[in-house]
């Protein structure tokens, strides 16, 4: 089928659906403005899965259509862009600009790698090791993008042949799930996990702090680093004897970059000081107080120029994240979420456990072939609604983690586009592999939920 004839019929799909819902008779206990937020939902729904127009676009589009359906005024939806989320991501953006345009990300990732320079094996997992480590400081997609051609050439110096080579195949797919699994660890590894916050935030006006995150998770991406190189191992023999070519690279590269700049001296102070406010300060001055200041410093400091953010920084996240917030917020106020929540708990009572152990696997299968940031604003507005007896911010952790945790196809999440790229595995040998990674990953997520977790106070 000609893509033409696709986006046709996707449209049309789409199109009839929302009609459909909104035309329907009225339902019991479902408000005329929740029927239109369900509306505005379901078309939303279908172009977040399809991707038949830019996930951007389907947000405005969801801003656009609130005010015009009569759900809420104008000035609310538009309002809701200012969400607390919004620009701690944007503050955490340009950190990350700064972080490589000096080149001290480049410098971190290579003296990580130097330091397992001396075997296969170890080599295998530092490349794990390095990419989780500089995912729970940067997006996760820009973390890929900068180790991989430091791979690359290191598989150009041992002579692996992409598609033969078993341990190109490992080194390739120790960068991607390494990524994958450390972009879970904060909230600065992926933008599902500032959009979660935010959606959490303006439907309980509850927040969830820096440190908490990292308590809560850091201990299960600990483990589930540990148990993606038994996979990679498992899956994938060791053929070479020797990394001594690599290391030369490594050596060479790390030398060229000389001592360290005046730039990267700042903005790493200016890292550790962030990340030390974020810690202990974010629930008095607020995350995005802290990650916009660190920004301003960095222009102070004259480190960056706007120029360079322009050129980075995702803008169609910060436009999907006002859509996916203020769909939320309506589904909340219209309780057009209560009204299907209390379809579904009137047919299926689920315990709690069970309820987390189900929309963690919903999460998990879905963001493999969908964004992850879709994925969340799909799926958490239903998840607030349906676990209506179960802490709010456990549905937080139940579905923004696993929705990150994408190891089988390219398109499930960024690093794994760009490794798959590099032609030295094929999407069956990731289906294989990542299918055991994906199970292992959701029962230690599980195990964690349910012996950890109550641990530090998160009961269900």
Known sequence: ???????????????????????????????????????????????????????????????????LLNVVNTKTAFSLFGNEAVFFILGAFILAVALMKTGLSARLSLFFLNKFKKTPQKLLWGVIFSSAFLSFWMPEHAVAALMFPIVLEIADSLKLKPGASSYGKSLFLSL??????????TLLGGARNPLAIGLLYERFKLKIGFLEWIIAIVPIVIIMLIFAYINVRIFFKIDVKSIFPAEKVLVKKIKSLGPLSKD?????????????????????????????????????????????????????????????????????????????ANLFISKYELSPFLFVILISLIAKLLTEGIS????????????????????????????????????????????????????????????????????????????MMKFYWPLIGLTF
């Open 1 to 67: 089928m000609k893509m033409t004839k696709w986006r046709i019929l996707i449209f049309s799909i789409a199109l009839v659906a929302f009609f459909t819902v909104l035309f329907l008779p009225q339902p019991h206990g479902l408000s005329i403005p929740g029927k239109r937020v369900l509306a505005i939902f379901t078309l939303c729904l279908i172009f977040w899965i399809s991707n038949v127009i830019p996930l951007s676009v389907t947000g405005l589009l969801a801003i656009v259509l609130l005010p």
């Open 264 to 340: 990267e001296k700042i903005v790493g102070i200016i890292l550790i000081i962030t990340i030390i406010c974020w810690i202990t300060l974010s629930n008095k001055i607020g995350l995005a107080n802290i990650s916009i200041f660190s920004a301003i410093s960095l222009f102070i400091f004259n480190v960056i120029h706007w120029k360079e953010v322009e050129e980075y920084v995702n803008w169609g996240v910060i436009l999907m994240y006002g859509g996916a917030i203020a769909l939320g917020f309506a589904l909340a106020r219209t309780q057009a979420a209560e009204w299907l």
């Open 176 to 185: 991607a799930w390494g990524t994958v699994i450390g972009g879970v660890a």
């Open 372 to 447: 992850n940031t879709a994925a969340v604003a799909i799926l958490l507005p239903l998840g607030f609604a349906f676990g209506h007896n179960i802490n709010p911010i456990i549905i937080v952790y139940v579905i923004a983690v696993p929705a990150g945790l994408a190891f089988c196809l390219p398109m499930g999440t960024p690093p794994n586009a760009i490794c798959y790229s590099a032609g030295y595995y094929r999407i069956s040998d990731a289906g294989k592999a990542g299918l055991l990674l994906n199970l292992i990953s959701w029962l230690i997520f599980i195990l």
